[in-house]
């Protein structure tokens, strides 16, 4: 099994030798986490429980806080001492059809999280713009490539560009806060803990599915991989501590910004009567006439495009990270990131044309609800994995934190079945269809067996044997004798650039006096595209022409060469050639398109590498 994000993994050095270069060096991936804990969806949640109830459910805030922190210590904690992300772990650990099921379950919340995102981001820019829903939440497709172009800076540019993203979303509530002036006396009496009715009960589990996300869980164990430590004691201590401390940092920031939502729809709206606040576009409607200032709309409506367009990022990893460790699937960014974002914008669309505007907020407090409902198959697993002196060590955690972290999965299982068990209750009765009826009372099933799987197997499951240390894998394999491979037909893809030199001197070193090279090169002009090997333009032949002088100087050298121009599509022409040309080795560069078309057909060394029967050499 691959490294988890491989292309970024242990990209960055931990090894500082300056004591505050090395603190800073561990800083990012809890802020990458962190901007779920504060997307449109918690918006939604803090706003409706602030207007509706006041301050009351400040102490779901909180809570929710102390159990995300815990939570996403136990993540990070996977991930750094075993190398494995939460859905790795859990391919490694459960049978095919459960690891399908949960994989399913993991999609599902990250498309609720996506549908929130597109749903935020699209009223943010009705706000300021004007424009109609419908057509915000259409364009938010276009930033279907923003994670790609933010990949080509390297991670810490992409932990930049949230903290930045954040920061603008903290400042700007820091400023309604001081414009509503709240009394604190009132704000302390909401962190007693008190559920006044069963509204109040489906808001808390909302923004308890708002904050602990269950896609979280399997980005962080990822994201802490990207800091490249030293293996022994000390470094995965160190490493251990240091991330704990820059989550508690960055999911304090977090529920700052939630707690501050939530205080100012109670300090604006609960406070002046105006309890029935539950959508995002009245708080911006009455903010103004409330608080005297146009600022605090402009602002309330730029913070909203900040957090949506920061969690758009998040949401496309913990999807890779999904995909990847559970399927041993992996396919182009930008494609899954289209797929993400589809899977969000075909329900929002749905439900805007179906039933009008009014309905988006209901929907948002929906999407976090469900995120509520998968949690439970995210963390018992996550508890399990890091219990476990088996794979875990000496750094598996200790009783009390186990005991806690038990407590914290038995309340989260125990409100989302009591909601679950009360909505079907609710709709069995006013309903007449009996196959619905009988379909809700199936699937509730099968949600309480899942969950008993889930607890049950990781326990009574036997490990094939107790490893010398976790960190290290056995040999499973004989190494033979060496023999050093002998290549007769060696293939080289060339792009007539500054890579050719350095690519036909691998080829070359990989040869001996009697194999033969076929030189490629891929016409990429319009006609080319169009008419294939029957093109004739200019390009063509000076490709030609350039594809000769290099046979010619490999001639001069005595080395037997022959070339081939392919044409259309870059990476199906450089395996049809090889295939073709009987090739049994192939060497390429790492650099080919750039810019747009990269994001559009992807780098051609990787789609080249999966087309090919072939040993590759990438050459950088």
Avoid: C
Wanted: a neutral charge; hydrophobic letters at 50%.
């Amino acid at each position: 099994m691959g490294p988890s994000l491989s292309e970024v993994h242990e990209s960055i050095d931990t090894g500082s030798k300056s004591k505050w270069k090395k603190i800073f060096a561990f800083f990012g991936p809890a802020y990458l986490v962190s901007v779920g804990y504060m997307d449109p969806g918690n918006w939604a949640t803090d706003l409706a429980g602030g207007s509706k109830y006041g301050y009351t459910l400040l102490w779901v805030l909180l809570m929710s806080n102390i159990m995300a922190l815990l939570l996403q210590s136990l993540s990070a904690r996977l991930g750094i001492v075993r190398g494995r992300d939460l859905a790795q772990a859990n391919r490694e650990t459960y049978p095919p059809a459960v690891n399908f099921i949960l994989y399913i379950l993991a999609e599902i919340a990250i498309a609720a999280t996506d549908l929130a995102e597109v749903l935020g981001m699209a009223i943010g820019i009705q706000l300021l713009t004007g424009l109609p829903l419908i057509w915000g939440v259409s364009l938010t497709v276009l930033d279907t490539f923003l994670l790609l172009v933010l990949q080509r800076f390297g991670m810490r540019k992409m932990e930049a560009f949230i903290v930045a993203l954040v920061a603008i979303v903290g400042t700007s509530f820091l400023i309604e806060l001081m414009l509503a002036k709240p009394k604190m006396s009132e704000v302390v009496t909401g962190f007693i803990p008190s559920i006044p009715d069963n509204t109040a009960l489906y808001l808390a589990i909302g923004i308890i599915g708002a904050t602990v996300m269950p896609h979280n869980l399997y980005l962080h164990s990822a994201l802490v991989q990207t800091r490249k430590i030293k293996r022994d004691d000390k470094g995965i201590r160190q490493s251990i501590k240091l991330n704990f401390i820059d989550s508690a940092i960055a999911l304090n920031l977090a529920f700052f910004v939630n707690a501050a939502i939530l205080i100012l729809a109670a300090a604006v709206f609960y406070n002046t009567g105006r309890t029935h606040i539950a959508e995002i576009q009245d708080a911006h409607e009455l903010l103004e006439k409330l608080l005297g200032t146009k600022l605090a709309p402009i602002l309330f409506a730029v913070a909203l495009i900040a957090a949506g367009q920061s969690s758009t990022v998040t949401g496309t990893l913990a999807g890779q990270i999904v995909m990847e460790g559970y399927l041993h699937l992996r396919i182009n960014p930008w494609l899954r990131r289209l797929i993400t974002r589809l899977l969000a914008i075909i329900p929002a669309l749905l439900v805007i044309i179906i039933a009008g505007d009014q309905e988006v907020g209901a929907l948002l407090v929906f999407s976090q609800v469900l995120l509520s409902f998968q949690l439970g198959f995210a963390i018992i697993p996550l508890i399990h994995f890091v219990s476990d002196k088996h794979t875990m060590g000496t750094y598996a955690i200790k009783t009390p934190t186990k005991i806690i972290a038990w407590v914290i999965a038995a309340v989260l299982v125990y409100l989302n079945s009591r909601m679950v068990f009360e909505e079907a209750r609710d709709y069995i009765s006013g309903n007449s269809n009996t196959l619905i009826d009988a379909t809700i009372i199936i699937v509730g099933i099968g949600f309480l067996v899942l969950l008993g799987f889930t607890i049950i197997y990781p326990i009574i499951r036997k490990h094939p044997e107790t490893p010398d240390n976790p960190n290290i894998h056995k040999a499973q394999v004989s190494l033979g004798e060496l023999d050093e491979p002998v290549y007769h037909r060696i293939a080289m893809a060339l792009e007539f650039g500054k890579f050719d030199e350095q690519i036909i001197r691998n080829a070359i070193a990989h040869g001996n006096e009697h194999t033969e090279y076929i030189l490629i090169h891929i016409v990429e002009s319009a006609s080319a595209k169009y008419f294939g090997k029957d093109s004739d333009d200019l390009e063509t032949r000076k490709d030609q022409e350039q594809l000769d002088t290099y046979l010619a100087l490999l001639k001069s050298r005595n080395i037997k060469a022959k070339g081939v121009l392919g044409f259309r599509r870059r990476s199906s022409e450089i395996a049809r050639i090889v295939a073709e040309e009987k090739a049994d080795f192939l060497v390429l560069g790492g650099h080919g398109h750039k810019g747009l078309k990269d994001l559009i057909y992807g780098e051609t060394a990787n789609q080249v590498r999966h087309k090919v029967k072939v040993p590759v050499l990438v050459v950088q």
